[in-house]
T-cell receptor
Framework: DQQVKQNSPSLSVQEGRISILNCDYT??????FLWYKKYPAEGPTFLISISSIKDKNEDGRFTVFLNKSAKHLSLHIVPSQPGDSAVYFC????????????FGKGMKLTVNP | DAGVIQSPRHEVTEMGQEVTLRCKPI?????LFWYRQTMMRGLELLIY????????DSGMPEDRFSAKMPNASFSTLKIQPSEPRDSAVYFC????????????FGPGTRLTVL
């Protein structure tokens, strides 16, 4: 039973346009949400995060939006660059002191020059 | 800092053999995590340690899997005996104290069990 779902396995966008990556979760007890990026043959690297007390967090070209009522998380990349081509994972952490992260299955983003 | 170091990067073994994966976390980090990535299940947490003590091993699939952290700079994940369904990429990650939420991942070990 997947607690974190990334329903689109892939996305292709043109350089300079916006990329929107989506993530849905099932448990309202999750308190912290993260996005990781992964290149082939490398481990995932942290990209951006947001606490459940916020609904938006920006870091340069990357913005994460949290809609708690819809249990929906999204990552916006604008403008998209070819170097952004990678697999993106959303991850969530449960409240209560556990440090366990639950990851979605990932979505492959391709940014075409 | 060299980041999280994992060895070996690739391991090919035959069913029934013992496999040991190794991890050196980032110096000063007191949390260490072992993950497994497969096509079917994605990236899933197997076990994590805090200050060398196992905190949550609920993700360890079965008794064939064991993990140890004898000191702050070294951890092992052992599979004995290995089976073909254990084929996956195994990642180790480390993190600093509570209040620093980012986990830093190693490059992974690709395990193939024939």
């Amino acid at each position: 039973d997947q607690q974190v779902k990334q329903n689109s396995p892939s996305l292709s966008v043109q350089e300079g346009r916006i990329s929107i990556l989506n993530c849905d979760y099932t448990n309202s007890m999750f308190d912290y949400f993260l996005w990781y990026k992964k290149y082939p043959a490398e481990g995932p690297t942290f990209l951006i995060s947001i606490s459940s007390i916020k609904d938006k967090n920006e870091d340069g070209r990357f913005t994460v939006f949290l809609n708690k009522s819809a249990k929906h998380l999204s990552l916006h990349i604008v403008p998209s660059q070819p170097g952004d081509s990678a697999v993106y994972f959303c991850a969530v952490r449960t409240q209560g002191g556990s440090e366990k992260l639950v990851f979605g299955k990932g979505m492959k983003l391709t940014v075409n020059p | 800092d060299a980041g999280v170091i994992q060895s070996p990067r690739h391991e090919v073994t035959e069913m029934g053999q013992e496999v040991t994966l190794r991890c050196k976390p980032i110096s000063g980090h007191d949390y260490l995590f072992w993950y497994r990535q497969t096509m079917m299940r994605g990236l899933e947490l197997l076990i994590y340690f805090n200050n060398n003590v196992p905190i949550d091993d609920s993700g360890m699939p079965e008794d064939r899997f064991s993990a140890k952290m004898p000191n702050a700079s070294f951890s092992t994940l052992k599979i004995q005996p290995s089976e073909p369904r254990d084929s996956a990429v195994y990642f180790c990650a480390s993190r600093g104290p509570v209040g620093t939420d980012t986990q830093y991942f190693g490059p992974g070990t690709r395990l193939t069990v024939l």
